[in-house]
């Protein structure tokens, strides 16, 4: 699991083009939106994209990503369980 | 064509360099164009996040934008009323080719969102508009090269009609490395008369 979320720190810092910011600025708890990281509505699609091709993970209905990408905690949990790559 | 207004400043982008009012203010040696604007965004202290999740034309067009809207000294938390027209050549095509790329192997398709919200050239316009609560007219049209004429007869009928105060216009391309954005503000009051022979003439200089 803590191999699942350094590589989600390092994917959501590249894919995000999060400048400036390394995997030790974000913590396991941190919100990713609002107040958190500060990520908007694009960034919530490329997570979406992202767990689709990495994991291999279809996200179908939107408001599953509200919790899902609420950290990178959240995120390792559901990628754990539902993963099929 | 005689005009009421002027030019009252300008900055030009291209060949690794930086120039504001015909004086260069920024030089760097960087051949790739991600790595030069990263430089110019550092040396200009702009401090804006969300620059570098946009794309290469907006980058520039931002760039250019923001180093002669600081110069205004404008109060970025009030609405300012400057229109924007912009014009290239090659459109969003550096963008439009990066979605193209990600969308033609049907077996890995996995087109991003970041990138595709880019393809279109007038999304810079709203990257500036953002940062500087630029809520007045907008265009965006593509030439083959800078059209000194129509830039001007638009940019005056906008103030004309009262449209905007000021008018921020020129030219912003982006093709494979290739770069150039020059771009000037037109207002009421200034040193330089906002004319196609000017416009041309800063442009070649």
Redesign the interface.
């Known amino acids: 699991m803590e191999a699942l979320k350094l590589e989600l720190k390092e994917n959501i810092i590249e894919q995000?083009?999060?400048?400036d910011m390394t995997v030790a600025d974000i913590g396991d708890d941190d919100m990713l939106f609002g107040d958190g990281l500060?990520l908007d509505s694009?960034?919530a699609?490329?997570l979406i994209?992202m767990l689709?091709?990495n994991y291999g993970i279809k996200l179908t209905d939107p408001k599953e990503g509200r919790h899902i990408f609420e950290s990178v905690n959240t995120m390792a949990a559901y990628i754990t369980e539902h993963r099929s790559k | 064509m005689t005009s009421n207004y002027h030019i009252t400043s300008h900055c030009h982008i291209k060949n690794q360099t930086v120039s504001l009012n015909g004086v260069e203010v920024f030089h760097d040696d960087s051949e790739l164009f991600p790595d030069f604007i990263k430089h110019v965004y550092k040396a200009f202290e702009t401090k804006y996040p969300k620059f570098f999740k946009m794309d290469n034309l907006s980058k520039l067009a931002f760039l250019a934008a923001d180093i002669i809207l600081k110069n205004e000294n404008l109060d970025t938390q009030k609405e300012q009323n400057i229109a924007i027209v912009f014009s290239n050549k090659a459109a969003s095509l550096d963008t439009d080719r990066l979605h193209q790329e990600a969308i033609q192997n049907s077996s890995n398709y996995f087109p991003s969102p970041a990138v595709f919200v880019y393809t279109l050239p007038n999304i810079c316009i709203g990257e500036i508009s953002i940062k500087y609560k630029l809520f007045s007219e907008n265009s965006f049209f593509i030439f083959d090269t800078l059209n000194a004429e129509h830039l001007a007869s638009y940019s005056n009928s906008l103030l004309d009609m009262k449209k905007a105060d000021k008018v921020l216009c020129g030219w912003v391309d982006f093709d494979e490395n290739h770069y150039e954005a020059f771009l000037y503000l037109v207002a009421k009051n200034g040193k330089t008369a906002h004319s196609k022979e000017h416009i041309t003439t800063l442009y070649n200089t």
Do not use: A, H, P
Not at chain 1, 16 to 19: A, Y
């Open positions: 995000l083009n999060l400048e500060g694009i960034d699609l490329e994209v689709d091709k």
